[in-house]
């Protein structure tokens, strides 16, 4: 009896038990207790719910956010100014943050910490740009922001001018070079930035270079029209009296089209002969030339060859022509052409005399002595002498017509006059036959006879016979035009003695 009573009290509190939690259970879904309110806030989880919280969603939104670094574009720049400028040199890092901090260094030097700046001559704005007043020149050097904790960095070149800069078209081009086309115009212009008051002096190639009033008060020098001449070294010196002035230099080039030349306008052959016809020409940028005779281009080949070489800072192209015959007579061209332009030169080739080149002369009071040199490889037969006084209209001539016949191989002849004039300034040219014909008069060459004893002629020069070409041989002839004829004819001329010499060199 007892061992089933005390089951009966075992199951009753079971019972018991069951039905009081059931009792204090709050309703899940009920009307009383929305599912709003289910959750307590000021529950307390014994922190597993901050630990869960911190692994949740809107941590993972907040370390997504700071996960990207700051960054810089670019890692390295550069910025120009000018003594007293006020600048300010950019801090542009991307994805700054408010734990970040900007570091500014001068070199290895320390400029500033934050906004916290250590040099009283610089500044830090609030987008961390570092500002400096009145830069000089002491100032250039190497800037650079560094942003921490990444240590990441941007690095700015501040190049300072000098006291003088010179501007080229406006864009300062100080010891710089500078490269003009022919035609153009430029204007250069000298600046200093000193407190005191400066004397603007020019120079070009070393020597001075005067300009206008206005141009030299404004520092200013106009090139007009730029050509060749135009090439060369320009300094600026800002005279303030000191010892040391400021100063600067530009270097001008000249791109041109080709200019060209030859001292053999007119080239004598033979026969059966080999001729060389050649021109000399400067060009900028690098230029080609080549020879046309009647209108075509002349090709390689066994009767032409061409060869370039340099004579004396110029180039020069030659024209070998073999085994001359009369279809080889005539006028040549030699054509040079650039990027600039083109230039031609006309060379004729004949059995005629070359034009004779003056050569030296002396006088002795009222006498003179003249020497002519001329190319040619058949015997001369003939000389011709013109002569007259400055301002008249008329020429008087000497005839010369006894010859010698010499080596032909060395084709040069020297031919000597001797003549007495009156006082005053005179011309004189002179012209050649040989059997195929006459040569073209040679320049004018002026006298000039003194009424005193000494008399001196303008323009004496000697030309050594090694230096035919070099002095100008076969260059054009032509009479220089007179003027209305102002003064009475002197007395005729005497000649006291003709002396003539054609001697073979």
């Not at 005053?424 to 006298?447: C, M, Q, V, Y």
Request: charged letters at 25%; hydrophobic letters at 35%; proline letters at 4%.
């Amino acid at each position: 009896m007892r061992g089933a009573a005390t089951w009966t009290l075992l199951i009753c509190l079971l019972i018991g038990l069951f039905y009081g939690d059931i009792c204090r259970a709050s309703p899940i879904g009920g009307e009383d207790a929305p599912l709003s309110d289910y959750q307590d806030d000021d529950y307390d989880y014994d922190g597993e719910d901050e630990s869960t919280n911190s692994e949740g969603p809107p941590a993972e939104i907040v370390e997504e956010v700071q996960s990207e670094p700051p960054y810089f574009e670019q890692s390295d720049v550069s910025i120009e100014a000018r003594p007293g400028d006020d600048v300010i040199i950019n801090c542009d890092a991307r994805n700054f943050a408010i734990k970040n901090i900007a570091l500014w260094y001068k070199n290895a030097t320390l400029l500033a910490t934050g906004q916290s700046a250590i040099n009283n001559r610089v500044e830090v704005m609030k987008n961390n740009s570092l500002r400096i007043t009145g830069v000089t020149k002491e100032d250039a050097d190497d800037y650079y922001c560094e942003v921490l904790p990444q240590n990441v960095r941007q690095h700015t070149a501040l190049r300072v001018g000098a006291k003088l800069s010179i501007l080229c078209d406006d864009r300062d081009a100080t010891d710089r070079s500078q490269t003009f086309k022919q035609g153009d115009r430029h204007k250069l212009t000298c600046q200093t930035f000193l407190h005191t008051k400066t004397d603007i002096k020019w120079s070009f190639n070393g020597q001075r270079l005067h300009t206008s009033e206005k141009d030299a008060a404004e520092g200013v020098v106009v090139l007009d029209n730029v050509d060749e001449e135009n090439a060369g070294v320009y300094q600026c010196l800002g005279d303030d009296g000191s010892a040391d002035p400021p100063h600067g230099m530009v270097t001008i080039d000249v791109q041109y089209s080709p200019k060209v030349s030859t001292h053999r306008h007119h080239v004598n052959t033979i026969e059966g002969d080999t001729a060389e016809l050649y021109c000399d020409y400067r060009a900028s940028p690098i230029a080609i030339s080549f020879f046309i005779k009647d209108g075509k281009t002349l090709s390689l080949s066994e009767k032409y060859s061409i060869k370039n070489s340099l004579h004396k800072e110029h180039n020069r192209t030659t024209l070998i022509i073999k085994n001359v015959e009369a279809s080889d007579l005539g006028e040549y061209l030699c054509h040079v052409e650039n990027a600039i332009g083109s230039n031609e030169v006309r060379i004729q080739l004949s059995y005629h005399p070359e034009t004779p080149q003056f050569e030296n002369s002396s006088i002795n009071g009222n006498e003179i002595t003249m020497h002519w040199l001329v190319r040619s490889l058949q015997p001369l037969s003939e000389a011709m002498l013109d002569y007259k006084l400055s301002m008249s209209y008329t020429w008087s001539t000497v005839s010369i017509i006894h010859t010698q016949r010499h080596d032909k191989d060395k084709g040069i002849w020297k031919i000597t006059h001797q003549m007495e004039l009156t006082p005053g300034l005179w011309h004189a040219r002179i012209k050649t036959k040989n059997t195929e014909g006459w040569s073209n008069f040679s320049p004018d060459h002026d006298i000039l006879i003194k009424d005193q004893e000494e008399s001196t002629e303008i323009d004496d020069g000697v030309v050594p016979p090694d230096d035919l070409v070099r002095a100008g041989f076969g260059v054009g002839a032509g009479s220089k035009s007179n003027s209305a004829c102002t003064m009475r004819m002197l007395p005729a001329v005497m000649l006291v003695g003709v002396s003539i010499a054609m001697l073979r060199l």
